[in-house]
């Protein structure tokens, strides 16, 4: 509509890009919905509210208003050249404003029949499936984002390389077939679905671990408790954390003990050690060594918890004690 109303005012309704494909013909790189409405309207395929307020279509436009309409130049640009070529031009512009992103380019650089198969199956948003790809997938498949990843997942992240090599196909049965096998896999693993899931590395995490066996229902109850976790800063490193087997907390950024409370517990070793004449350290103070005596500075040694938490540990102040570095380190598990 908006259009319609631009060019019977005579306002620019942007720059149109095309593409010229390698057999000659033209594919519209950006202005389809621009171009898409004004071949609706100039077929009558809906009406526009004229300035009187009543509806008219094409037909029923005063002449001169018509003739308006078929008269008006369109101002296009036609991309040509080898894929480096229109890759160094399409970086210099902003197309009408919003500038095109990595895949939308990528789109443009290798158009043909697998790009053309890969968005129809991808870009599509009256696709039933779509509802069940979000889920996993973040992104407008609008701006290309859901093709991006399904081609990032079966490219092992070398979308390029994977589009480069696949331009000339026919069809895109490798692509689609993985996409749904990743998504599959990731449905049937985890039985529910959590905000967190959506944009996770799948492909990746279904390379690393599709080929272990889980229970979908113990996976599931992990999940559940360590949301209810509230040690675990990082919801979205459940996955990958219950995927591995539960040994790299880091994918957790379990909290950490705060400043304050590893100095209340500085202070109260530093009182106890002076007391008894062993080093600020518990485990340098039971050792045999040099440092057995010892006293660390504040800045020498690192909170630690007692009991770990992967192992019921809180983080709190009654669980903690300050380590020097060595034997924070070689304590390790936290
Ligand atoms: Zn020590």
Redesign the pocket.
């Known amino acids: 509509m908006a259009v319609i109303d631009s060019l019977l005012k005579g306002y620019p309704i942007g720059l149109l890009y095309f593409v010229k494909t390698a057999d000659g013909r033209y594919e519209v790189l950006d202005g389809q919905q621009r171009i898409t409405s004004v071949g609706r309207f100039l077929t009558e395929k809906f009406a526009f509210p004229g300035v009187d307020g009543f509806e008219r279509n094409f037909s029923s436009l005063p002449a001169d208003q018509r003739a308006k309409l078929l008269g008006t130049r369109l101002t296009i640009y036609v991309c040509e050249g080898g894929e480096s070529e229109i890759k160094e031009w399409f970086k210099t512009i902003n197309i009408a404003g919003i500038p095109l992103n990595a895949q939308e380019l990528l789109n443009a650089i290798y158009s043909g029949p697998f790009v053309t198969a890969a968005k129809e199956e991808f870009s599509n948003s009256m696709k039933p499936m779509l509802q069940k790809w979000k889920a996993y997938v973040r992104g407008n498949e609008k701006r290309q984002e859901i093709l991006a990843e399904a081609l990032r997942w079966v490219g092992r992240g070398d979308i390029d390389g994977y589009m480069a090599k696949h331009r000339f196909d026919e069809g895109i049965g490798e692509l689609k077939a993985y996409f749904s096998t990743v998504i599959d896999w990731a449905a049937t693993v985890f039985k529910g679905v959590e905000d967190e899931m959506c944009g996770l590395e799948w492909g990746r995490l279904y390379e690393t671990y599709h080929a272990n066996a889980y229970d979908p229902e113990a996976v599931w109850e992990r999940v559940r408790t360590l949301y209810a976790d509230e040690f675990v800063k990082s919801r979205k490193g459940i996955f990958e954390y219950v995927l591995g087997g539960e040994k790299d907390t880091r994918l957790l950024d379990v909290r950490v003990f705060e400043p304050k409370e590893a100095k209340a517990v500085y202070a109260r070793q530093m009182a106890d050690a002076e007391k008894k004449g062993v080093?600020n350290?518990p485990?340098?103070a039971v050792?045999h060594d040099a440092?057995a005596k010892r006293i660390?500075k504040f800045s020498e040694m690192d909170a630690d918890h007692v009991a770990a938490w992967s192992k019921g540990g809180a983080t709190d102040i009654s669980n903690c004690q300050m380590?020097?570095r060595?034997?924070n380190r070689a304590k390790g598990n936290r």
């Open positions: 080093s350290c485990l340098c050792g440092n660390w380590l020097c060595t034997h």
